[in-house]
């Protein structure tokens, strides 16, 4: 068992930045990814990261804008967001999943955090 916990969401305007964390309770080796929903629209992922660090996926839609990491020592993931667009804005989602075929699908992951929110204005 693992519980996540985000943190890090809040208010920025186009062009800025914010750092989204994920701190987990339990075992440290899981493969982690972050998905959002935006109101109206399904989940969608946006990044993942394996065990141990050593490679890392990415959405076209955030590509060369986020950066995903992750500090085992700490128990915590990190989601660093730059150059923020309004389309950003929404309810970012921690993941974990012991074993995982396909980043960017929901159901490889078997725990969720209880999500934090992004808005970015105009």
């Known amino acids: 068992q693992v519980q996540l916990v985000e943190s890090g969401g809040g208010l920025a305007q186009a062009g800025g930045s914010l750092r989204l964390s994920c701190v987990a309770s339990g075992r440290t080796n899981y493969f982690m990814g972050w998905f959002r929903q935006a109101p109206g629209k399904e989940r969608e992922a946006v990044s993942a990261?394996?065990?141990?660090?050593?490679?890392?996926y990415y959405s076209d839609s955030v590509k060369g804008r986020f950066t995903i990491s992750r500090d085992n020592a700490k128990n915590t993931v990190y989601l660093q967001m730059n150059n923020l667009k309004p389309e950003d804005t929404a309810v970012y989602y921690c993941a974990a999943s012991l074993i995982n075929r396909d980043y960017a699908r929901a159901a490889e992951y078997n725990y969720w955090g209880q999500g934090t929110q992004v808005t970015v204005s105009s």
């Open positions: 990261i394996t065990r141990l660090g050593r490679a890392t």
